[in-house]
């Protein structure tokens, strides 16, 4: 049996840490104990565990955020527009020059010339841009990285300390306790199942989309994945949630975030500016309409994103791809947690009846989330061993080998 949970945070007499497991409720006479990679060592331990689950991410993303490389597709947008007039204009002199419009090709050999320019102007651009923002001034570079490290780990500490508060704010509040009676024995019973010595604070957003994530310090449910799931359901929700919390993966999804700061707060900026895409669409939800609203038009959408195109880029085909493979990792890990627990077939149709969970609530959020594995490949793993699987088993997506290259190349000649 657990003690009786009653809200607050019952501190630890070995461990300290802002946000990490001294946040937790402690159970008593589990008879569990953490197995000993899942110590922490006060706040420092709890933050090396959330950089070492996204650690090329938050890497990158220092580099690029912090030294003016997240300009890159401006450089190439410009240089490719530069390299398509230049080429233009040389295409069209020249044929002019031989007559070819006379005989109809002067066509095609502008477009060609056009279409020439624009690559390498824009991969010229590009890379004017890269070297620009890191040889230039190296030294200015590394220092604006080690400042980027300062105020990734701030900004981290005090998202953590604030988080309560600014969750508030967001519109999202505490269990009632007709909730709290029955979300916090569950929580409590996973827990002990998963050999967890605690269980952080939870918090409800009143919306009817059935969803589920975890902060640095809070797990928050939705009104709808109550609504929705029934005890044994929910359970496995939480066991799966509950492992993300322990391992730090919030921590290192938040870690990355403050690590691509400037980056991420213009991608958001643009995004909320445009009043279109993923930052209205969770606005909407927030506000409980659950429709996405109309796109902003005019000079304001076109403002927004200007702002917000670049960033995307850079986030969507940069860091969401290097955090890709450690963030389907963790999901499938935090599916086999609740498999290990015998909590497979629940988990399984909890999946079944919402889809998804851990959607984004903002731009940044949604370019990230969106590396999640789809659910049909997550019921997948979730579904018990049968005869005829290895029949048919198809083989993941991957790079082409170089046989398979010098193949097409034969078969194209």
């Known amino acids: 049996m657990t003690e009786p949970w009653n809200g607050k945070h019952v501190p630890r007499d070995s461990e300290g840490g802002v946000g990490g497991p001294n946040d937790a409720t402690r159970f008593g006479g589990s008879g569990h104990t953490n197995p000993p990679d899942e110590v922490y060592e006060g706040g420092q331990g709890w933050l090396r565990r959330g950089l070492r689950r996204q650690r090329p991410a938050v890497l990158t993303a220092l580099v690029v955020s912090w030294t003016g490389v997240w300009l890159a597709p401006w450089g190439a947008l410009l240089g490719g527009f530069a390299g398509m007039l230049a080429a233009g204009g040389i295409a069209t002199a020249w044929a002019a020059q031989h007559h070819l419009y006379e005989l109809g090709a002067g066509q095609t050999v502008t477009v060609a010339g056009l279409g020439l320019g624009l690559v390498l102007g824009a991969v010229g651009g590009f890379l004017l841009t890269v070297l620009g923002t890191t040889l230039a001034n190296p030294l200015a570079g590394a220092v604006s990285v080690v400042l980027g490290v300062v105020i990734m780990i701030v900004v981290t500490v005090f998202a953590a300390a604030l988080e309560r508060p600014m969750l508030r704010l967001r519109g999202f509040r505490r269990l009632s306790q007709d909730e709290a009676r029955r979300v916090v024995p569950l929580a409590q019973q996973t827990a002990g199942e998963l050999a967890l010595d605690g269980i952080p604070r939870f918090a409800i957003s009143d919306v009817l989309v059935p969803n589920a994530w975890a902060h640095l310090r809070t797990i928050v449910l939705t009104a709808g994945l109550l609504q929705m799931l029934d005890d044994a359901e929910l359970a496995a929700v939480l066991a799966h949630e509950l492992y993300h919390w322990r391992r730090g993966d919030a921590v290192g999804l938040r870690l990355l975030w403050a690590a691509a700061l400037p980056l991420a707060l213009m991608l958001n900026l643009g995004f909320w500016i445009a009043g279109s895409g993923a930052a209205k669409r969770a606005s909407s939800a927030d506000s409980g309409s659950g429709a996405p609203q109309p796109a902003a038009r005019g000079v304001v959408g076109v403002i927004g994103w200007s702002l917000a195109w670049a960033p995307w880029i850079i986030t969507r085909f940069v860091l969401a791809p290097m955090s890709a493979a450690t963030q389907r990792r963790h999901e499938y890990e935090a599916d086999a947690a609740a498999t290990s627990i015998g909590r497979a077939d629940a988990l399984a149709s909890a999946l079944s009846k919402i889809g998804a969970f851990e959607l984004g609530r903002t731009g940044w959020e949604r370019a990230i989330v969106a590396t999640h594995p789809p ?39």
């Open 375 to 413: 659910v049909s490949l997550r019921l997948e793993a979730l579904a018990p061993h049968r005869d005829d699987d290895t029949d048919f088993q198809e083989v993941d997506f991957g790079r082409p080998s170089f046989s398979d290259l010098i193949r097409l190349f034969r078969s194209a000649l």
